[in-house]
């Protein structure tokens, strides 16, 4: 079972160059999410999804564009890459954002650690 | 605003207990949880406290006080693999979750 994916684990841009993230969950999730972690902050949400052709703005959505055309796969786009958007990314699934027994956890790649120069 | 807070950094001795404080103030509250994150790595579940009181998980035990916006997590016979950063997270009334920062923890032998 392997859970959740991403491709690339690790990419060199120069700024203007665009890029695609891609994430690839096994678990039959509806939720999915693109998170970023930067030093000394908490993970800020980018966009998220709550299921197939669904999409949604997070706290910090500039500069990027996301997809989810099949319920496994969420992509997470950069247009035209800034050196602010130097960080590492996670993608997460959840089976629900909460209810019942279910706890709505996440459960995240390993990340895509993005350098812009 | 909404705002998680957590101290930066922690350390503690092998084989002694450590208990890492969470206070938040979310705009509503439907549940808290507890993740470990080891350098490089993803972060993992640990725990998830939605009523006031302790849950137990083996040598973790978390504890939620919603009244004073209040958790703490408690690790006992600390182990080496226990050096981590550990992320405090509140699911807020949109069910959006609100992370802290983050406390990284020094275990010494």
């Known amino acids: 079972n392997a859970g959740v994916t991403q491709t690339p684990k690790f990419r060199v841009l120069k700024t203007g160059q665009s890029m695609t993230l891609l994430c690839a969950q096994d678990?039959?999730?509806?939720?999915m999410y693109w998170y970023r972690q930067d030093p000394g902050m908490g993970l800020r949400l980018i966009h998220y999804?709550?299921?197939?052709?669904?999409?949604a703005k997070g706290e910090v959505p500039d500069g990027y564009n996301v997809s989810r055309l099949k319920k496994q796969n969420f992509l997470l786009g950069l247009e035209s890459a800034a050196p602010s958007q130097t960080s590492v990314y996670f993608c997460?699934?959840?089976?629900?954002?909460?209810?019942?027994?279910?706890?709505?956890?996440?459960?995240f790649g390993e990340g895509s650690r993005l350098t812009v120069l | 605003g909404q705002n998680i807070d957590q101290p930066t950094e922690m350390t503690a001795t092998e084989g002694a207990i450590v208990q890492i404080n969470c206070t938040y103030q979310?705009?509503?509250?439907?549940?808290l949880f507890w993740y470990q994150q080891h350098a490089g790595e993803a972060p993992t579940f640990l725990s998830y406290?939605?009523l006031d009181g302790l849950e137990e998980k083996g040598r973790f035990s978390s504890f939620l006080s919603r009244s004073k916006g209040y958790s703490y997590l408690l690790l006992k016979e600390l182990q080496m693999k226990d050096s981590a950063s550990y992320l405090c997270?509140?699911?807020?009334?949109?069910?959006?979750?609100?992370w802290g920062a983050g406390t990284k923890l020094i275990i010494k032998p």
């Open positions: 997270a509140v699911r807020d009334s949109n069910y959006q979750l609100i």
């Open positions: 678990m039959n999730h509806e939720y």
């Open positions: 999804s709550v299921g197939e052709g669904t999409t």
């Open positions: 997460a699934s959840s089976y629900s954002s909460s209810g019942g027994a279910n706890t709505g956890e996440l459960f």
């Open positions: 979310t705009s509503g509250f439907n549940g």
């Open positions: 406290n939605v």
